[in-house]
């Protein structure tokens, strides 16, 4: 049977820890590296509600993309919401493990899989990295054919998994693009150069009013471009989970579950 080193070593392969952010925290947070691991579970972010799920359809093991203790905490008592998560884990037998900028630049990362997912064809990276130009921060490709602003938004609300943030759009509608930028989670440091870029579009998530303002008011001074399509952090990196529990499964030959739960934190929209 596999372990739970077993699959680490899978993801950080493909997920070297080196390459993420200095600011960033990947890795084994909860559980021992020697325990056995018949199944794993997949979700962008470790809440309660999906470590209750992980725990109930039996995992030994769940890898999320977001880290549990991003920021500093001084206790994990049970009290908080750190803590409650931590005796969960523990008391359930599950370890918990993540991989998150280092998952945002790889080859079959969270870019990757959000091009895939909405169409965009001959991806490379948005901001190739200095070491290696193969990988880095986001992706630039095209759809096969030009498509309406509108209905591209429409194929994105599709493809990634509704929320309550749904699909912003700025932009034409009717305008045809071809040319796509995508960047899964928080993406406005990167207007300017998905503007640069020349891009028809650019995709991603948490666009704030100044940023997104801004890039449009640049825009509208050379022919519209980019248009701004803005969805949730959580949608945005959902589609990196099934191709990474694929490759857990054919290299342990562990049963794998990518998590259905919408970890969004916003649950309603009024007057929609």
């Known amino acids: ?20 952010e200095d600011w960033d925290v990947n890795g084994l947070a ?17 809440t309660l509600a999906v470590i209750n799920e992980a725990i109930a359809a039996g995992a030994q093991m769940l890898v999320t993309h977001h880290p549990l203790m991003l920021r500093g905490v001084t206790s994990v008592a049970a009290d908080t919401s750190k803590g ?16 998150h900028t280092n998952a945002d630049i790889a080859h079959g990362g969270v870019a990757d899989a959000l091009a895939a997912a909405l169409g965009v064809v001959d991806a490379t ?6 070491a290696d130009a193969s990988v880095g921060p986001g992706r630039i490709g095209r759809l096969e054919s030009p498509m309406p602003l509108g209905a591209f938004a429409d194929r994105v609300a599709t493809a990634l998994p509704p929320t309550a943030h749904g699909v912003r759009i700025a932009g034409d509608l009717e305008a045809n693009v071809v040319k796509v930028a995508v960047m899964g989670g928080s993406g406005d440091s990167y207007l300017d150069v998905a503007r640069a870029s020349g891009v028809d579009v650019y995709v991603t998530a948490d666009l704030r009013h100044h940023p997104a303002s801004d890039a449009r008011e640049l825009a509208e001074l050379s022919g519209g471009k980019p248009f701004l399509v803005d969805v949730a952090h959580f949608a945005s990196e959902w589609s990196w989970l099934a191709a990474t529990a694929g490759r857990v499964a054919d290299a342990t030959g562990t049963d794998t579950f990518v998590s259905k739960l919408n970890t969004d934190p916003w649950t309603a929209r009024a007057g929609a």
């Open 1 to 20: 049977m596999a372990t739970v080193n077993d699959v680490i070593e899978v993801l950080e392969r493909v997920f070297p820890p080196a390459t993420a």
């Open 30 to 46: 909860v559980g021992d590296r020697s325990a056995s691991v018949s199944r794993v579970h997949f979700a962008v972010d470790p």
């Open 84 to 99: 409650s998560i931590v005796h969960r884990l523990v008391l359930g037998g599950c370890a918990l493990y993540n991989a």
């Open 125 to 130: 990276p948005l901001v190739p990295s200095a």
